[in-house]
């Protein structure tokens, strides 16, 4: 088993919808936990930490369960701007998932 | 400007010939890396450094050497490499100290023929 598995997606979803990715990983003593952003052809950047109480950044939510070990990211109100990969990174070692890819229609 | 760069951004080469990947950070971390991306597998590490002379295997080195003489930089080299090192590799570095965010450089896309 990975250590961090993702569901590839594409997920393709319309403007304005809701879309929410989950990711897993194996190591049950894994303390920090990481949603990144990567545009096409351009390197990852941090979309934000992930707390244990879960924690919300203007349309973006993380949430993090500890007893099935997974991490999730929901967007609201999607905007083309966010078609891109998303990547869950775990622990300070920086496991990465493979890439949830989505893309925003008009 | 707090940055990480790479060098050369764009390389194709053959089989054999010796390269280096330049990486140098400005951000005082301690902490640095090499990854390579391929489609379906994600970003895997290749090899890591906590400091100076401190220098760590990630998930796939075979193929790769490295060498941090200075904090700043931290070279990828392939002394010989071979098609299936054709990826796009990633530098990073983050401080030590607590959870914090990992800085990437723009990307080198390689190509071995």
């Known amino acids: 088993r990975k250590e961090v598995e993702q569901d590839p997606g594409p997920f393709n979803v319309p403007e304005g919808a809701t879309v929410a990715f989950n990711c897993t990983y194996s190591?049950?003593?894994?303390?920090?936990f990481f949603w990144y952003r990567q545009d096409c052809r351009k390197e990852p950047k941090l979309l934000m930490s992930?707390?244990?109480s879960g924690n919300e950044d203007g349309r973006f939510t993380a949430q993090l369960n500890r007893a099935s070990q997974y991490i999730s990211l929901l967007i609201r109100d999607s905007k083309l701007s966010d078609s891109a990969t998303y990547l869950c990174?775990?622990?300070?070692?920086?496991?990465f998932g493979a890439g949830t890819r989505l893309t925003v229609k008009p | 400007e707090a940055q990480v760069t790479q060098n050369p951004r764009y390389l194709i080469t053959v089989t054999g010939k010796k390269l280096t990947v330049t990486c140098s950070q400005n951000?005082?971390?301690?902490?640095m890396s090499w990854y390579r991306q391929d489609p379906g597998l994600g970003l895997r590490q290749i090899y890591y450094?906590?400091?100076?002379?401190?220098?760590d295997k990630g998930d796939v080195p075979e193929g790769y050497k490295v060498s941090r003489k200075e904090k700043r930089n931290f070279p990828l080299i392939l002394e010989s490499p071979s098609p299936n090192q054709t990826s796009l590799y990633f530098c990073?570095?983050?401080?030590?100290?607590?959870?914090?965010?990992?800085?990437f450089g723009p990307g080198t896309r390689l190509t071995v023929t």
């Open positions: 990174v775990v622990n300070n070692d920086m496991r």
């Open positions: 951000m005082n971390h301690e902490y």
């Open positions: 450094s906590m400091n100076v002379e401190v220098t």
């Open positions: 990073a570095s983050r401080s030590i100290a607590g959870e914090v965010e990992q800085y």
């Open positions: 992930v707390y244990s």
């Open positions: 190591n049950s003593a894994s303390q920090s």
